[in-house]
């Protein structure tokens, strides 16, 4: 069955320091790829996605990921933190085909230190 | 362009009851998915409606059912409601042929 693992629950980071979140999915081809942001009390906004192609995607408000076949993961990166990027993350997949069905990693909660 | 628009954004019932929420698409957007998301389950698929059809369905009871009308507007029903259906309903919607989805702000449904 397909899963996404995010193993990190919760992280804290210092303002202007940079942030890796990881995501490792298990998924007999290559599925499509997200990563959400959910401030709280409101829904989900799409960072990035990877469909095919360049496995290096950039997102908005500056974020990147990094797409790894041979470790079946999906890295959300940003080079300096804001403390508006205090968020939870929640990294998805999709399969292919005429399905919109995403599974969810369970999150990683970010917290910003000033 | 107007994004995904959900009502109401807050509902309390009791158990036993049953509620209808309702989705507003993006225009031209046809695909519509409901998501449940819980602080223990996390985010989970509840269904997909396409052109007024389900094209998919999660795991789910049949209490929690949907449809979709001509316009793409979608609503989702869950009838006996119970403690455990306590949660946030997300819906999304996404052009055909496209996974990106576009997620409206959510149905926070507290059954007490």
């Known amino acids: 069955a397909q899963s996404v693992t995010q193993p990190d629950i919760h992280i804290t980071v210092s303002e202007g320091a940079s942030l890796e979140l990881r995501c490792n999915y298990s998924?007999?081809?290559?599925?499509?790829l997200f990563w959400y942001v959910q401030s709280p009390g409101q829904g989900l906004q799409l960072l990035l996605k990877y469909f095919s192609g360049d496995t290096l995607v950039q997102g908005i408000k500056g974020f990147e990921a990094e797409f790894k076949r041979s470790q079946s993961s999906f890295n959300l990166r940003k080079p300096s933190v804001h403390w508006s990027d205090a968020a939870e993350y929640f990294c998805a997949v999709g399969l292919r085909g005429n399905n919109r069905k995403l599974i969810w990693g369970l999150g990683t909660s970010l917290a910003v230190n000033p | 362009k107007a994004g995904v628009t959900q009502t109401p954004r807050y509902l309390i019932k009791t158990r036993g009851q049953q509620v209808t929420l309702s989705c507003s698409p993006i225009?031209?957007?046809?695909?519509v998915s409901w998501y449940q998301q819980t602080p223990g389950q996390g985010l989970q698929f509840l269904f997909e409606?396409?052109?007024?059809?389900?094209?998919n369905k999660g795991n789910f009871p049949g209490r929690f059912s949907g449809r979709q009308f001509s316009n793409s507007r979608s609503e989702m029903n869950v009838s006996t409601l119970e403690l455990g259906d306590s949660a946030l309903y997300l819906c999304?919607?996404?052009?055909?042929?496209?996974?990106?989805?576009?997620f409206g702000p959510g149905t926070r449904l507290t059954v007490l």
């Open positions: 409606y396409f052109s007024e059809t389900q094209r």
């Open positions: 225009s031209g957007h046809r695909s």
């Open positions: 998924y007999g081809a290559t599925p499509y």
């Open positions: 999304a919607s996404s052009l055909d042929r496209e996974p990106e989805q576009f």
